[in-house]
């Protein structure tokens, strides 16, 4: 319809495209014939892009070359767009919009009566409905039998959550000491790395001297007990900014408890930051700067869960909860070289989350092995009864599971030590394609995505606060295209889907696969499907460019193993059985010393005196 407008508009003026319009059929059999391409007289110069506040010369150059479709914008009551906007956003309908259109009309569009393809969108008219009580056995952790108290702080920062687990619980430690510790890292690191954007500390100190108190009273409440972490600060703590990473919301205190953060909170974990989320969880770019690889501080993290894939790979938490719609836990956990779990949708309560998706917004956690991802994964899933997609998953204990019973594939991108190593412990271990006709998956995402991420910030685009974002050529240019996505193609989009996910269930003839972590069409199928996958860390390499010879620089090498919807327990148990013989996950970024001939480019300008780093 927008094409329809535009066309009429062309040869008409307004008065009369509205009545060209009343006869739709004529119209649109004339549009076919006489307009092969959509806009044939956009020709702009350059690449094309109008920002905001680049208009000028790009702008009356495009306005002599054709009409902007004002009556098209208006009609679908979105006429506050200036004339830059709108040029910006027919080329993108053009460039971008209709391919995808096509190609889900092509896919299931094609009969009529909707009996085929579903949308997997499913609507609960119960509100806060309770589900019937089942009970979801928790997981047998392993014991860290003969664990040490390190007589060095930088080794007590880099300890496991269960290695630090048992020196809490033997009361070698105190939970507000290795608060402090923590504490006195992220002042200290959190600016090189651009990782932190809120300390918590008098809340931090006070569930660390309520979870001290506990144990001394002879309650243990698990291997959380007393064990700091990081939030991504898209998910409410209240009394604290929840900042969205985005200057339009930097002072927004958000005064409800995330579900999240009340489960954490009953493991009597301790929280001792808001840690970067790219602003408005859209990449690593937020108000405060950009985050660093500790690996590489020269280079960005990537995805927007940047702050607790940072700050967990350089020892500043011992595990932070990040979140994923389309890769924001899965990229920055490859770059940064942590193990992280984007978990089954569903299996995590959302209540108190910034929305992307509902149908694609997951939480997960980023940590330093896999066995710690199950750890907190075993602590944070469950109903969210405020979260209508959230469910109990019955999930297997993942450090039970016997995987000599499993049959594993490979694709071509997997990494073949972990291949070598699963196979050696009695693994099956088989070549793998997981096959599938939807070649636009990557466009249903898109589609689903800004759509979605649109209705949620509708006041910002209208108001014209994404003139203001971080990066305008992310949400903003994103989300005024998706101004003009129909409702029609939105859900030929969602029936794509729904067809992809059935054809990725007949397919999936093994327990679990191994592939790389960071292919964007593995990252756009995963969660479309909303498998699991772990990423798991399993090696180095040179970076390229190196300032010096001496530099202790590296890039990480890392892949992923996926799993079949509800059988994260599986992707875990296999990440934990390579984990067991091999130590690329335990090694530390060179955030002190990275080479006699290599300068940090921006040094630390901490506030923690220099007593206080020495003796923490």
């Known amino acids: 319809m927008f094409a329809v407008w535009y066309n009429a508009a062309r040869r008409h003026d307004v008065i009369e495209a509205e009545n060209v319009i009343s006869d739709k059929t004529n119209v649109l059999q004339n549009f076919t014939t006489e307009h092969p391409g959509l806009f044939p007289g956009l020709h702009l110069k350059d690449s094309g892009k109008l920002g905001p506040k680049n208009c000028g010369e790009h702008l009356e150059q495009a306005k002599n070359e054709f009409p902007v479709c004002k009556c098209g914008f208006d009609m679908l009551d979105a006429g506050f767009f200036n004339d830059c906007k709108k040029l910006e956003i027919q080329k993108g309908v053009k460039d971008f919009d209709i391919p995808i259109i096509r190609s889900n009309r092509k896919l299931v569009a094609t009969e009529n009566g909707g009996l085929r393809d579903p949308s997997p969108l499913v609507f609960n008219s119960v509100w806060k409905s309770q589900e019937a009580k089942r009970v979801m056995d928790k997981f047998n952790y392993p014991v860290c039998s003969g664990i040490q108290r390190p007589k060095n702080y930088e080794d007590i920062a880099f300890m496991s959550v269960l290695e630090l687990g048992q020196l809490l619980k033997a009361k070698l430690i105190t939970s507000e000491e290795l608060t402090q510790i923590f504490l006195n890292r992220l002042k200290r690191y959190g600016p090189v790395l ?3 954007i809120t300390i ?13 108190q506990v144990l001394a009273k002879g309650k243990y409440l698990g291997p959380l007990h007393g064990i700091p972490y990081g939030l991504k600060d898209i998910i409410a703590v209240p009394d604290y900014p929840t900042t969205w990473g985005s ?49 590489n501080i020269e280079e960005f993290s990537t995805g927007s869960s940047a702050g607790p894939a940072s700050s967990t790979s350089a020892g500043l938490v011992p595990f932070a909860i990040g979140s994923e719609t389309v890769g924001s836990i899965t990229y920055p956990a ?31 956690p980023l940590c330093r092995s896999a066995a710690d991802c199950a750890v907190v994964l075993d602590a944070i899933r469950g109903k969210d009864p405020d979260d209508l997609s959230s ?15 499993l049959t594993v594939g490979y694709l071509e991108d997997a990494d073949k030590e972990v291949v070598g190593v699963l196979k050696s412990k009695g693994v099956n271990v088989v070549p793998f394609n997981l096959d599938y006709t939807v070649d636009s998956a990557q466009g249903i ?22 003139d203001e974002f971080e990066a305008q050529d992310q949400w903003p240019l994103e989300l005024r295209r998706a101004r003009v996505i129909s409702a029609v193609d939105y859900i030929q989009a969602q029936r794509g889907r729904s067809k992809l996910i059935q054809e990725v269930k007949e397919n999936f003839t093994v327990d679990a696969f191994i592939g790389g972590s960071g292919d964007w069409e593995k990252i756009c199928v995963g969660n479309l499907v909303g498998m699991p996958v772990v990423v798991i860390p399993t090696g180095f390499k040179t970076i390229s460019n190196a300032p010096s010879d001496d530099t202790r620089r590296k890039t990480t090498i890392t892949t992923g193993i996926y799993a079949p919807p509800d059988h ?27 080479g006699p001939n290599d300068s940090i480019p921006n040094p630390p300008t901490s506030a923690v005196p220099a007593r206080q780093l020495r003796d923490y």
């Open 200 to 212: 918590t500390e008098e809340l931090a100190f006070q569930q660390a001297k309520e979870a001290d």
């Open 194 to 196: 651009e990782s932190v």
């Open 247 to 295: 200057k339009s919301f930097k002072d927004q205190v958000i005064d409800v408890e995330a579900w999240v953060y009340k489960r954490l909170k009953s493991a009597g974990a301790v929280h001792v930051a808001k840690l970067v989320s790219g602003s408005l969880a859209y990449d690593d770019i937020w108000f405060g700067g950009r985050t660093r690889n500790p690996w």
């Open 391 to 405: 469910r109990d998953i019955m999930l297997g204990d993942p450090f039970s599971v016997d995987i000599t019973k």
């Open 334 to 364: 490859t770059r940064c070289g942590v193990t992280a779990l984007r978990p089954t949708f569903g299996a995590v309560g959302r209540t108190g989350v910034m929305s992307i998706s509902e149908s694609l917004d997951k939480l997960g």
């Open 568 to 594: 994260d327990h599986v992707a875990l148990a296999l990440a934990i059985a390579y984990q067991s013989v091999t130590n690329h996950h335990k090694q530390r970024p060179p955030i002190d010393d990275i």
């Open 445 to 466: 995402v898109s589609f689903t995505m800004d759509v979605d991420m649109l209705a949620h910030f509708d006041e910002w685009q209208r108001s014209n606060q994404d």
